[in-house]
């Protein structure tokens, strides 16, 4: 894990991938790679679900989705029903269950966020900035993501600003301790906060 550094994650430039089962397509907002081989220990995504049909499986890996945009879709997930069908709606599930999706009406737009369980934990919130804000990190080694959703956000160090981010840019912070500022533009703005950690 790189120490003290801070990446800027414009949506231009994020990779957009086939899903493990070729059923749609992800965008890859940001990713923890294995030091010891393929695969990752944590990764945050956005997924376009243009039809019904099974989820990928990811053996050993922790998922929560959360609606983005779109009427939702009906998760079967081990065979219990699960209806997202309101903004930011979420529900959190092991990557080794068997899910089926059916969307409600047309498609939908999913923010995911993976963690592989035998080492790495992580602490996810959706923040809703009305003017000014504040994204700490715990006093220990992590990974910090902050995925602007929707909005714009001017994001700041406590001595200048860092970065401005407007709607599917990300900033990928790593080190100990960090603090960061958080300045709405123009209303309200709405971000996913993602803390990574050895767990």
Avoid: Y
């Amino acid at each position: 894990m790189a120490r003290n550094t801070l990446e800027f994650l414009p949506r231009a430039a994020q990779r957009v991938v086939p899903w493990k089962n070729g059923g749609g397509r992800t965008r890859e907002v940001a990713l923890g790679s294995r030091s010891d081989g393929p695969g990752f220990r944590w990764r945050v995504s956005v997924a376009e679900v243009a039809s019904d049909g099974p989820f990928s499986f990811f053996p050993g890996i922790d998922r929560t989705l959360w609606l983005l945009r779109g009427r939702g879709m009906s998760l079967e997930i081990d065979g219990a029903s699960h209806r997202l069908d309101e903004p930011l709606a979420s529900v959190a599930f092991p990557g080794e269950a068997t899910v089926s999706a059916h969307l409600i009406d047309g498609p939908t737009e999913d923010l995911n966020v993976m963690v592989e369980r035998s080492s790495t934990r992580a602490e996810t919130r959706i923040v809703r900035v009305e003017s000014n804000g504040e994204l700490s990190a715990p006093a220990s080694p992590c990974e910090v993501v902050l995925l602007v959703l929707e909005g714009e956000l001017a994001v700041g160090d406590g001595r200048r600003e860092v970065l401005r981010l407007a709607a599917g840019d990300a900033m990928l912070a790593c080190g100990v301790g960090r603090g960061f500022s958080l300045q709405a533009e123009r209303g309200t703005a709405l971000a996913l906060s993602a803390v990574f950690s050895p767990g």
